[in-house]
């Protein structure tokens, strides 16, 4: 069976025996639920079945990882359902960086409350991280890693890993891929992999070891780029420094990359399709509507300045009527040669490839795109309306008209992503609503220039 078709079958087997108020099978299905199959679950579930399904949780270490995986909506549900004592429990179970995100969803005298029920050692390092923002390196950090001074041997460090791993002391969340080499000030100097300290000498000095020139990045540098840099060079963690002291602050692991990519990715799908802000699990109507307005507003009012535009070619159309066969097509293969451009730039730009320098030159080559595509089209286009009213005039209209559109389509739709992130608005936005509204002013001023210029001189 495939993991969606289990998921599905797990989920329907719960609700079944919810409705049957056979409690103690359900309980028994969905305590021994992996952490991502009890999600799947209870995100499938009715809204009005999801609480009475996360009360039947009742391991810690279940509730914990529901809490650590689950969408903000159900995280917000179960801690909603979970008492003071049973958060600070849970809290005492995460990797400090999800205990963080956590205790930021909550009203702040409950996170000092739930603090208090927290070791000193832990509630100090969760304060650290909540003082960053949590879309920035510092916010999706953990403080927990493995540090060594750099005068010690791969012998030395080894032999401590493993009696730390013996006793337990070692926090279960550390990753141990990478053995951080700092001074007596916590200062980074340089970085081992474990795999080269296997395979090293065992009187080899980490500092003949290490990398000593190791990718870092600020604790306020934005997430999208940590990402970037991690994904670039293949590493599973990378080390956050102060960039006044040097000092090791901690590092962000490969897991929570994942899921900055994953939000990040659906924040701009949200964003081009001009409906921001939307949580698909839980946005009720309203909040659809209030989210969308806006941007349907602009197209609204696009709409009703193209109509007016269309009334000053009135004359233009009177003369000839087939005129109006057209305009879809004209209009339709520029908008969308518009936003394939907008499309494809905005891509590059999340993606670096895409930089400040290859403006000019991503510019250049969607305008040769739709120059050469209007081409092609324009001919077709001219040949099909000759076909169909036998008329040159309109023909020559229609072909050079698609021609211009979708050049200046293609140029307008790599340009406009461009303008924004130079003046630092998100480039996604240009894929919305926007572009399609300002294609189409820019369509109907463009057909109807030429048609009125050809007709002038025909």
């Known amino acids: 069976m495939s993991p969606s078709a289990e998921l599905d079958n797990h989920s329907s087997q719960a609700l079944q025996l919810l409705e049957e108020e056979r409690g103690t099978e359900l309980d028994e299905l969905l ?5 991502v199959e009890l999600v799947s679950v209870i995100a499938a579930a009715p809204a009005d079945v999801q609480d009475d399904l996360i009360k ?24 909603e359902l979970l008492d003071e004592p049973r958060i600070a429990a849970v809290i005492r179970r995460l990797e400090l960086d999800d205990a963080a995100d956590v205790i930021a969803t909550l009203p702040r005298r409950k996170q000092t409350s739930i603090l208090r029920r927290v070791s000193p050692q832990q509630a100090r390092q969760i304060r650290s991280l909540l003082a960053y923002d949590e879309e920035t390196a510092g916010g999706i950090m953990t403080p927990l890693f493995l540090s060594y001074l750099p005068y010690l041997t791969t012998d030395e460090a080894l032999k401590d890993v493993r009696a730390r791993l013996h006793s337990e002391e070692i926090d279960p969340d550390i990753d141990i891929t990478y053995l951080y080499v700092v001074d007596e000030n916590h200062v980074l100097q340089g970085i081992c ?22 990718v870092t990045v600020s604790p306020e540098d934005d997430q999208e780029k940590v990402a970037r840099l991690i994904a670039d060079y293949d590493f599973s963690s990378i080390p956050v420094v102060s960039p006044e002291t040097h000092e090791l602050l901690g590092i962000v692991t490969v897991d929570d990359v994942l899921d900055v990519i994953e939000d990040e990715h659906t924040e701009d799908l949200l964003k081009m399709a001009g409906a921001p802000d939307e949580d698909i699990a839980v946005s009720t109507s309203w909040s659809a509507i209030k989210s969308r307005f806006p941007w349907l507003v602009a197209s609204w009012l696009g709409g009703i300045a193209g109509a007016l535009l269309l009334g000053e070619f009135a004359g233009t159309l009177e003369q000839i009527v087939a005129l109006a066969f057209f305009m879809p097509v004209v209009f339709g293969m520029a908008g969308n040669v518009g936003s394939q451009s907008s499309t494809i730039t905005v891509r590059g730009i999340a993606t670096g490839e895409v930089s400040e320098h290859r403006s000019f030159g991503r510019i ?29 005039i309109l023909s020559a209209i229609v072909g050079t008209s698609i021609m211009i559109t979708m050049t200046c389509a293609a140029t307008f739709g790599a340009i406009l992503p461009l303008f924004f992130r130079r003046f630092g608005v998100d480039p996604a936005v240009a894929s919305g609503p926007l572009v399609t509204t300002s294609l189409d002013l820019l369509s109907i001023t463009i057909y109807f220039t030429v048609a009125t210029t050809l007709l002038q001189y025909w």
């Open 364 to 392: 250049k080559k969607e305008a040769f795109t739709g120059f050469s595509l209007g081409v092609i089209f324009g001919c077709l286009l001219a040949g099909a309306a000759f076909f169909l009213f036998e008329q040159p």
């Open 56 to 79: 039947r949780i009742s391991g810690l270490d279940q509730i914990s990882e529901l809490i650590a995986y689950g969408s903000d909506y159900i995280r917000q549900l179960a801690l």
């Open 31 to 35: 305590n021994d639920l992996h952490p």
């Open 193 to 214: 992999s474990l795999r080269e300290i296997l395979t090293a000498a065992p009187d080899t000095l980490l500092s003949d070891l290490m990398n000593e020139e190791p």
